[in-house]
């Protein structure tokens, strides 16, 4: 008896399982901002601690900061993250220096992975330094910001000479002393005195942003 021939349809099913045809090339994605669950718990107990240290009520800082006893209160549970321009004025009535922001533990050499988190206010915005704890002309910050994570809807300033801005993906738009708008994209700079109240947000819908702020002389 004559052995069967392979049919036609067989031998393409065969050739069809052997040879897969290439998926197209994914588009590279910057990861999500993670929000460090410490961030918010670290700007409460600090100020929460200081506070209680003073013997202040919670409506006398609050009137000095300009902001209601209620909104204070969920700051201090961790409920409610303040904006930097609002972190700046609880810290000014609770008489702790801004430099204690800044203050590094790390060694010369900053791994990626290990960088220290800040309390720096904000809405969608996690900022940790790169700078090591022997960097005392400059402060180098890291910040990732979410789609539409921005510094607060009012402006802030920093006791320093000079801020420089560098947009590593993503794109910032950022504003000073009231003046024109500027937005920056990736590989882009901006050099700006930063005792001049300004502001910052991503204004990406769907987009991550990641920055390097470099401040010198530290802030006080």
């Not at 609770?94 to 533990?105: H, K, W």
């Not at 002393?177 to 502001?199: I, T």
Request: hydrophobic share 35%; with cysteine; aromatic share 4%.
């Amino acid at each position: 008896m004559m052995a069967r021939k392979k049919s036609t349809s067989s031998v393409s099913k065969a050739t069809r399982r052997g040879k897969r045809t290439a998926s197209p090339q994914k588009r590279h994605r910057a990861p999500p901002v993670v929000q460090d669950a410490s961030t918010a718990a670290l700007v409460g107990a600090m100020l929460r601690e200081q506070r209680r240290l003073l013997n202040l009520t919670l409506q006398e800082v609050a009137d000095r900061a300009g902001i209601t006893k209620g909104f204070l209160s969920e700051i201090e549970r961790d409920k409610a993250i303040p904006s930097v321009a609002t972190l700046m004025r609880l810290r000014d009535a609770l008489s702790l220096s801004i430099s204690s922001l800044f203050r590094s533990s790390l060694p010369r050499v900053v791994r990626s992975n290990e960088r220290q988190t800040i309390p720096f206010g904000g809405e969608g915005m996690v900022c940790s330094l790169v700078s090591a704890r022997d960097a005392h002309r400059v402060t180098v910050i890291w910040a990732n910001l979410e789609p539409g994570g921005r510094s607060g809807a009012e402006p802030h300033s920093l006791d320093a000479d000079e801020e420089v801005i560098i947009v590593v993906y993503g794109a910032l738009e950022i504003s000073v002393d009231g003046g024109e708008s500027h937005r920056l994209r990736a590989g882009d700079s901006f050099n700006f005195d930063p005792r001049l109240p300004h502001r910052y947000e991503n204004p990406s819908s769907n987009q991550v942003a990641r920055v390097v702020c470099i401040v010198a002389p530290p802030p006080k």
